[in-house]
């Protein structure tokens, strides 16, 4: 059997994109949670390169 975490964080303002206190609870979300420091992170961008979405599984 294989479990899986997931951590998900969207931007408040998916048009600015995500701000650095944002992208900075998302990282301390996945240490609390024990996510393994090579799990890749998925990132959804808007045309500007702004993150509008990051997640782990």
């Keep these: ?3 899986t ?3 998900h964080a969207e931007a408040i ?3 600015a994109g995500m701000t650095l ?3 900075a609870a998302f990282v301390q ?3 609390r949670d024990d996510v393994d420091n090579d ?3 998925k990132a959804i961008v808007n045309l500007r390169g702004g ?3 990051l ?3």
Excluded: F, N, Y
């Design 5 to 7: 975490r997931t951590i």
């Design 29 to 31: 979300t996945a240490l």
């Design 13 to 15: 303002d998916p048009k």
């Design 21 to 23: 206190a944002e992208l």
């Design 51 to 53: 993150i509008k979405k």
């Design 1 to 3: 059997m294989t479990v």
């Design 39 to 41: 799990v890749p992170v």
């Design 55 to 57: 997640e782990t599984r």
